[in-house]
């Protein structure tokens, strides 16, 4: 993950500071490195693996007697031996289907290449259950006026989330957010992770602005800095 400096998360700061002098809202910025780590589709590849490759292999004319004669082991002489052999087969091709699922669950481990074979639609409710997760963790859904708008990135799954509040949710219409996600993920795309959080909280003070304008008596409810979660 490529880190942010402190004059970056300074930057994000200042924009969501000066983003809600404008208006009555608030809006709260996090970055997740990676949401959750998802091993179910990891070990549904290697339990496919290793219930195909053996049997695809035995189509293809290998056979486990082979891997006897392979290191050395006894052959079967007579009739008399048939079930020894059976049970030799069987043993090997056991043997041979664990060691498959081994060896593609550690390839499968490998954090890109799990992520790679992951289904898009998997990690977008991964990451869309998180951001709703932090939402109601940090008190966005507390606000005086329920205006707070969570703008969530997760770098390693490529996901973008605003979520807001029901009190500007009912004002703005659905295409404005779009606009916010694009404005994040134009930068995310780039490298320039700090320019796509400005980009997007400007907009995001733009629409608060509109349809939540300042109040007397009002106060930031919750805090401007980016929050970065751990890995």
């Known amino acids: 993950m490529k880190t942010l400096s402190e004059a970056d998360q300074a930057r994000i700061a200042q924009a969501v500071a000066e983003a809600e002098k404008?208006?009555?809202g608030e809006i709260f910025c996090v970055l997740a490195p990676e949401v959750g780590d998802d091993r179910q589709p990891p070990l549904i590849w290697a339990f496919g693996a290793a219930l195909l490759l053996p049997a695809l292999a035995l189509l293809a004319g290998f056979r486990p007697e082979m891997l006897t004669r392979l290191f050395g082991g006894w052959t079967v002489g007579h009739a008399a031996a048939h079930d020894a052999a059976i049970l030799s087969a069987l043993l090997t091709y056991a043997a041979l289907q664990a060691a498959t699922f081994?060896?593609?669950a550690l390839i499968l481990a490998i954090p890109p290449v799990r992520r790679a074979l992951s289904p898009a639609s998997a990690k977008a409710a991964r990451v869309?259950?998180?951001?709703m997760d932090y939402?109601?963790?940090?008190d966005l859904h507390l606000t005086r006026d329920r205006t707070g708008v969570l703008i969530f990135a997760a770098l390693a799954e490529h996901r973008v989330e605003v979520i807001a509040d029901e009190g500007i949710y009912a004002l703005a219409p659905n295409a404005v957010w779009d606009a916010v996600?694009?404005?994040l993920t134009a930068g995310l795309?780039?490298?320039a992770i700090a320019d796509g959080f400005v980009a997007a909280v400007a907009r995001t003070g733009a629409i608060l602005a509109a349809h939540v304008p300042p109040r007397p008596g009002d106060s930031n409810e919750l805090p401007d800095s980016l929050t970065v979660l751990p890995h």
């Open 181 to 183: 996600v694009a404005d």
């Open 102 to 104: 081994g060896v593609a």
């Open 135 to 138: 939402f109601v963790a940090k």
């Open 189 to 191: 795309k780039r490298g």
């Open 22 to 24: 404008t208006t009555a």
């Open 128 to 131: 869309r259950q998180a951001a």
